[in-house]
T-cell receptor, first 114, second 118 residues
Framework: KAGVTQTPRYLIKTRGQQVTLSCSPI?????VSWYQQTPGQGLQFLFE???????NKGNFPGRFSGRQFSNSRSEMNVSTLELGDSALYLC?????????????FGDGTRLSIL | AQKITQTQPGMFVQEKEAVTLDCTYD???????LFWYKQPSSGEMIFLIY????DQQNATEGRYSLNFQKARKSANLVISASQLGDSAMYFC???????????????WGLGTSLAVNP
């Protein structure tokens, strides 16, 4: 069974640009969550989608947005990039929302802002 | 507010020995879950073990066990018989069970870097 696939693995952008990151969950998984990981702040929750609906949102500015398609694939968009957006962005999927279900993570997209 | 604290930035252990990684948490929710994940240098986050706040027994998964002390709000990970491949960052995370919509929103500690020496 293929794992969570994130593309691209690495991305270099400049300030002011926008970027779109993609996540394909494990087949059959309907919940997709996004996290930002930085050395100083650790992992911070961005948002979660389930059946194409955003169910939960973290404390990030509106420049961070996402969506989920009918096949459960998800995209995250960051507009007007800032230097502080440099981070590893992790996507995680799970088959449902049961409380003991772990999330399965992809390898992440490492975004560098110049 | 919910918070996870991992007080050990780095740990060393000899191969084949056991090691305990500390995790304390703060929450006022009566029901919650605690997860441990491993992150090798490659970046992928790997699920290790889960403990529910109402589970009667401590969770175990192979060489991993969770020492859950609810009154002390601690959920320490014990790795037995360490292997070189265990060298990685280890994260403790908490989920809220107040409603199903929240239990995907994990709150994370800053992690502990474990190095296993041959």
């Amino acid at each position: 069974k293929a794992g969570v696939t994130q593309t691209p693995r690495y991305l270099i952008k400049t300030r002011g640009q926008q970027v779109t990151l993609s996540c394909s969950p494990i087949s059959g998984h309907r919940s997709v969550s996004w996290y930002q990981q930085t050395p100083g702040q650790g992992l911070q929750f961005l948002f979660e989608y389930f059946s194409e609906t955003q169910r939960n949102k973290g404390n990030f500015p509106g420049r961070f947005s996402g969506r989920q398609f009918s096949n459960s694939r998800s995209e995250m968009n960051v507009s007007t990039l800032e230097l502080g957006d440099s981070a590893l962005y992790l996507c995680a999927s799970s088959s449902g929302t049961a409380k003991n279900q772990p999330q399965h993570f992809g390898d992440g997209t490492r975004l560098s802002i110049l | 507010a919910q918070k996870i604290t991992q007080t050990q930035p780095g740990m060393f252990v000899q191969e084949k020995e056991a090691v305990t990684l500390d995790c304390t948490y703060d929450t006022s929710d009566p029901s919650y879950g605690l997860f441990w994940y491993k992150q090798p240098s490659s970046g992928e986050m790997i699920f290790l073990i889960y403990q529910g706040s109402y589970d009667q027994q401590n969770a175990t998964e192979g060489r991993y066990s969770l020492n859950f002390q609810k009154a002390r709000k601690s959920a320490n990970l014990v790795i037995s018989a360490s292997q070189l491949g265990d060298s990685a960052m280890y994260f403790c995370a908490m989920s809220r069970h107040a409603n199903a919509g929240n239990n995907r929103k994990l709150i994370w500690g800053l992690g502990t870097s474990l190095a296993v020496n041959p």
